[in-house]
């Protein structure tokens, strides 16, 4: 039976860091079953060298996050072929990185993923990758590049100016893996919120692949890639403009979000949906009363309800008022530097000198 390479290639945003951890986690256990987590190329539990080199081949420069290995591609990908020769008859070696799905975008790295393949006719390939509803994708990916501190402009601005097309044409973003390897070879799923739950994720992904879930393997503990509190997204954007130190950034940031869980408050309440449908009952219950002289329907037109909300219209302004806060607490920390050297200066000044030193 021939060696095979599985090709994880993303989606962003579709677990592939939660997946990743847990592939790197259970390694051992998964090795026991004929599934391989490649160890060459991997770091922080992923293979993403292997899509770097050849979008930096390929000339691309933003969101390389620091890659600049002068390592050429082939010997890289000529590596992994050699670790999956290396397997025993009829076992799988799997890569994973998210930044696969974005040689969609860049049509001369794809050519170099395709010279790289016709160098391995002895392997076996498949390609598995997640998509989600666009809007709830395009939603997260945009948090995501808040979160990392990438300069982005509002939800419109980044969505038509500063995100590659394979984030919304998933006919783009598959483009050069259909055309390599066939449709046969790729297999496609939908990721939804259920798969958040307990291993479900984890679940789908071996299944999917024919590969059983061992009975031993558990997740990392904690969250992989924790996103923002969308209610905070627009503060952070602001901060991302200002040149902070990190823990002055991180501290603005955890007093936000401090505020922002007071306001929810600590004590279960009720729904909107039953706060709405008792105000109803109690409306046609009064209204039908003998005497009553009320506008039942007017009444009812107006049942509780939240404000819309307000965050798309004053994301700007939050943004703006945040990069103000920020300059000024940078401000604020340079001033503190400069006033602890007068004050140490002033205390040396202050401090009665001996006699007996010559330096006095």
Same mark, same amino acid.
């Given at each position: ?8 290639? #993303? ?19 998964? +090795?026991? /079953? ?14 993403? +060298? ?11 420069? !933003?969101?390389?996050? #620091?890659?600049?290995?002068? =390592? %050429? ?43 790289? @393949? ?5 392997? =076996? ?5 997640? &998509? ?20 982005? $402009? ?35 799923? %939908? ?8 291993? /479900?994720?984890?679940?789908?992904? &071996?299944?999917?692949? $024919?590969?059983?879930? %061992? %009975?031993?393997? !558990?997740?990392?503990? *904690? ?36 505020? &922002? ?54 994301? +700007?302004? @939050? ?6 806060? *920020? ?21 040396? !000044? ?5 006699? =007996?030193?010559?330096?006095?």
């Amino acid at each position: 039976m021939a060696r095979e390479l599985i090709l994880h290639i #993303g989606h962003f945003k579709t677990g592939t860091t939660a997946l990743q951890s847990y592939l790197d986690y259970n390694r051992d256990l998964l +090795a026991e /079953a004929g599934l391989h987590y490649a160890a060459e190329t991997r770091k922080h539990a992923k293979h993403s +060298a292997l899509a770097f080199s050849l979008l930096r081949r390929a000339g691309v420069s !933003e969101l390389m996050h #620091g890659y600049a290995s002068p =390592r %050429p591609p082939g010997r890289i990908w000529q590596a992994l072929f050699d670790e999956a020769r290396a397997l025993p008859d009829g076992h799988s070696l799997l890569v994973s990185s998210e930044e696969f799905i974005r040689l969609g975008a860049h049509p001369a790295a794809a050519t170099l993923l395709r010279q790289q @393949i016709n160098q391995a006719p002895d392997l =076996r390939f498949r390609v598995i990758a997640y &998509l989600r509803p666009p809007q709830a994708h395009l939603q997260s990916w945009y948090n995501q590049l808040v979160k990392m501190g990438i300069p982005v $402009g509002s939800f419109a601005t980044a969505l038509s100016t500063q995100m590659e097309p394979i984030h919304w044409d998933y006919a783009l973003a598959l483009k050069p893996w259909l055309e390599i390897f066939g449709a046969g070879a790729v297999i496609l799923r %939908p990721y939804d919120p259920s798969l958040r739950e307990g291993v /479900a994720l984890y679940a789908d992904f &071996l299944g999917a692949l $024919g590969f059983p879930v %061992p %009975p031993l393997a !558990e997740p990392m503990p *904690g969250d992989p890639n924790r996103r923002i509190d969308p209610r905070r997204l627009a503060y952070h954007r602001g901060l991302n403009r200002v040149d902070l130190p990190r823990h002055v950034r991180e501290l603005m940031n955890a007093h936000a979000q401090a505020s &922002l869980d007071s306001d929810d408050g600590d004590r279960p309440g009720r729904a909107l949906a039953t706060i709405r449908d008792e105000a109803r009952r109690g409306i046609e219950a009064v209204a039908a009363l003998s005497g009553a002289a009320l506008d039942a329907e007017t009444m009812l037109a107006a049942l509780p309800d939240l404000p819309e909300d307000p965050a798309q219209d004053l994301d +700007a302004l @939050i943004a703006l008022m945040a990069g103000e806060i *920020g300059r000024l607490r940078a401000h604020v920390v340079s001033l503190s530097g400069r006033i602890g050297v007068l004050e140490e200066a002033a205390r040396r !000044e202050a401090t009665p000198k001996d006699p =007996r030193d010559p330096e006095a």
